[in-house]
């Protein structure tokens, strides 16, 4: 597990149902699981859009936290800070357990690059997500 998944989750992860499954260093990808609650549900019964955004954000900027403890240690975690975030909703997405991939594309010194993916249980990828971010030290961190 990655070490930063050892203390306590943001109250957003919490929120969304998130899980810690693995860490994949060498592809720089983090999968989470996700146990959406009834109150995620829209009018048509799935996840509402903007919470899968949610899901997909969370999982983006949790593969960027494990990379760069990876690669600097604790002190040098960053976080993302979104420029933008492009979604594409693929199918519905069930309020069931899902599980989410995110992966750092590139990360360069003040750019980096970032996608995402939400599979059903049968490995069917219902959203996908890329993020263009700036890496950013951890609240309370300094450079």
Same mark, same amino acid.
């Given at each position: 597990?990655?070490?930063?998944?050892?203390?306590?989750?943001? #109250?957003?992860?919490?929120?969304?149902?998130?899980?810690?499954?693995?860490?994949?260093?060498?592809?720089?990808?983090?999968?989470?699981?996700?146990? #959406?609650?009834?109150?995620?549900?829209?009018?048509?019964?799935?996840?509402?859009?903007?919470?899968?955004?949610?899901?997909?954000?969370?999982?983006?900027?949790?593969?960027?936290?494990?990379?760069?403890?990876?690669?600097?240690?604790?002190?040098?975690?960053?976080?993302?800070?979104?420029?933008?975030?492009?979604? /594409?909703?693929?199918?519905?997405?069930?309020?069931? #357990?899902?599980?989410?991939?995110?992966?750092?594309?590139?990360?360069?010194?003040?750019?980096?690059?970032?996608?995402?993916?939400?599979?059903?249980?049968?490995?069917?990828?219902?959203?996908?997500?890329?993020? /263009?971010?700036?890496?950013? #030290?951890?609240?309370?961190? /300094?450079?």
């Amino acid at each position: 597990m990655a070490k930063i998944y050892e203390g306590q989750r943001s #109250p957003s992860a919490e929120l969304m149902g998130s899980e810690f499954v693995s860490f994949d260093k060498e592809r720089g990808e983090l999968t989470t699981r996700y146990s #959406p609650p009834p109150s995620f549900a829209s009018p048509r019964g799935a996840v509402q859009g903007g919470l899968i955004a949610g899901f997909l954000d969370e999982v983006m900027g949790g593969a960027l936290l494990a990379v760069t403890e990876e690669k600097f240690g604790e002190e040098g975690v960053r976080l993302p800070l979104n420029l933008d975030m492009n979604l /594409t909703y693929l199918r519905m997405v069930p309020l069931e #357990p899902i599980t989410a991939k995110g992966r750092v594309v590139k990360a360069g010194r003040r750019v980096v690059f970032l996608e995402g993916e939400l599979l059903d249980s049968e490995g069917n990828v219902l959203a996908r997500a890329t993020s /263009t971010a700036i890496p950013t #030290p951890l609240p309370g961190k /300094t450079e």
